[in-house]
């Protein structure tokens, strides 16, 4: 390898699944491999619904040997859910999943505090009923010393150093985003002490380097560095949206959908709080302005509740269905929990009085019809609250993969979508290394180096859009 190209580890931690990606970056090239891939699997136990956070350790590591000598490593995962450690830097159990039902209700006892429009003026972080705040009211955090989010507590365990990563920490609705620091206003009335929590970090900073414990266990020669990165996976694949210019909208499409825009400063207005758009913090100052959509968790669950049939026999079939026969609203926090989620469909349809979907077809051909109906409305609502007009919308992520919600999505909006890449947290969590490292520029030259090196592939918008306010419509109706 030339002495120009360096190599990373990245290692993404989704909600389904984990990977350990190595990424090779040199001045005119940028090759991504996946050295490991694992699942995660949460668990029910008596007390609830429990991440297995030593397996997904477990998977770092095996990644970690797989992937060989490498000249960082960096560390991103889904947000809100943390561990807890007593005095002695011990783990107190495993972390809660941000899908246990503890935060029920609790949200309108933090209200009865703190007003709703206030939180949200404050910290800018649209509602949720498992944000790491809700579900801090709910812990009784008895023995608790520290406060790690699941990508600083893996970054502890791999180095001994502790620290609070800020496009992360930005998730807790627990930060101020003008200040880009801790809201201590709002945590001292609600009794959160700040002091659980490790100092913060900026994406690029150093983050120690790997023990000697996990040098011996996985092979790699010492001294390697872990870099902090955009540790929030929709932070680090929004890093990798291979974009010019500011006038595009992203949806970070898997199991959830993350659809917005990048932004230089919040919007906190109570009709921004109404139409629950969030302000997360991304690279180099800036905020991503989206909304959470359910995903293609809607998908994932229905193919599980039907035993896991071919996926692309089922896509082909539900692209003969008629379109927008029936759709649902796919943020509905109805469709949160997992189980049984084609009936839930079903009696979503049912309740609004469109046709009942009842084949597997059918039921898929809702669902991709409501996801790109959900996306339309992001895109267009964001753009109009923020000000903020764009020409073209970058679909990043595993939906990448589905060619047909990819043409659906720039059917709905009525703009082209550009698809790729398809492992953009593990991108963005790559180029944020080797930036640190002197190897790439700033958040514009990454992206004009992804764009010169990967495969890409443009939906032009066919049809008219008035069928997709027509169901828009419907559906708002209901």
Not at 155 to 171: D, F, I, K, M, P
Not at 216 to 224: A, H, K, Q, R, S
Not at 391 to 413: E, F, I, K, S, Y
Request: hydrophobic content about 40%; overall charge negative; aromatic content about 6%.
């Amino acid at each position: 390898m030339s002495a120009s190209v360096k190599s990373y580890a990245a290692v993404d931690l989704g909600a389904s699944s984990g990977r350990v990606m190595v990424g090779r970056v040199g001045p005119d090239s940028l090759e991504l491999s996946e050295a490991h891939r694992f699942v995660n699997r949460p668990v029910r136990v008596p007390e609830g619904l429990r991440w297995d956070i030593l397996s997904l350790y477990g998977g770092v590591l095996d990644g970690l040997r797989t992937a060989g000598q490498v000249d960082s490593v960096g560390i991103d995962s889904w947000a809100v859910d943390y561990g807890l450690l007593d005095a002695d830097g011990a783990l107190l159990g495993n972390p809660v999943h941000y899908r246990d039902s503890r935060t029920e209700g609790v949200a309108q006892k933090v209200w009865a505090t703190v007003p709703a429009p206030e939180l949200y003026a404050a910290t800018g972080l649209q509602y949720a009923p498992f944000n790491t705040l809700y579900q801090l009211v709910a812990d009784r955090l008895t023995g608790a010393q520290r406060l790690l989010l699941i990508p600083d507590l893996l970054t502890y365990w791999l180095t001994g150093e502790q620290g609070t990563e800020l496009t992360n920490a930005s998730t807790t609705q627990l930060i101020d985003p003008r200040t880009r620091g801790w809201s201590y206003d709002i945590a001292q009335r609600l009794g959160i002490d700040l002091e659980l929590f490790a100092p913060l970090r900026q994406p690029g900073d150093p983050a120690g380097l790997l023990r000697p414990e996990v040098l011996e266990e996985t092979g790699l020669e010492g001294p390697v560095p872990v870099t902090a990165v955009g540790s929030h996976d929709t932070a680090s694949a929004v890093a990798a949206v291979p974009a010019s210019g500011e006038r595009f909208a992203y949806i970070c499409t898997g199991t959830w959908s993350l659809a917005g825009l990048e932004l230089d400063a919040p919007v906190l207005t109570e009709e921004s709080r109404a139409a629950n758009f969030t302000n997360e913090l991304g690279l180099d100052g800036t905020v991503r302005y989206l909304r959470n959509i359910m995903g293609l968790w809607l998908l994932q669950e229905s193919v599980r509740a039907w035993g896991d049939p071919d996926l692309g026999e089922l896509l082909s079939e539900a692209a003969g269905v008629p379109a927008l026969r029936s759709v649902v609203d796919a943020s509905d926090p109805v469709f949160l929990s997992p189980g049984r989620m084609p009936e839930r469909i079903a009696e979503a349809c049912r309740a609004s009085g469109q046709p009942v979907p009842v084949s597997p077809a059918e039921v898929t051909r809702c669902i991709l019809d409501s996801l790109a109906l959900a996306h339309r409305k992001a895109v267009q609502e964001a753009q109009r609250l923020a000000d903020h007009p764009v020409d073209v919308v970058h679909v990043v992520g595993g939906g990448t993969r589905n060619a047909l919600l990819c043409q659906l999505t720039a059917d709905a909006c009525g703009l082209p979508v550009v698809a790729g890449p398809t492992e953009a947290a593990a991108f963005g969590n790559v180029l944020v290394q080797a930036r640190a490292h002197g190897l790439v520029g700033d958040l514009a030259g990454g992206r004009e180096l992804l764009t010169r090196t990967q495969p890409l592939t443009r939906y032009e918008p066919q049809g008219d859009t008035a069928r997709w306010r027509e169901a828009q419509a419907r559906l708002a109706g209901a």
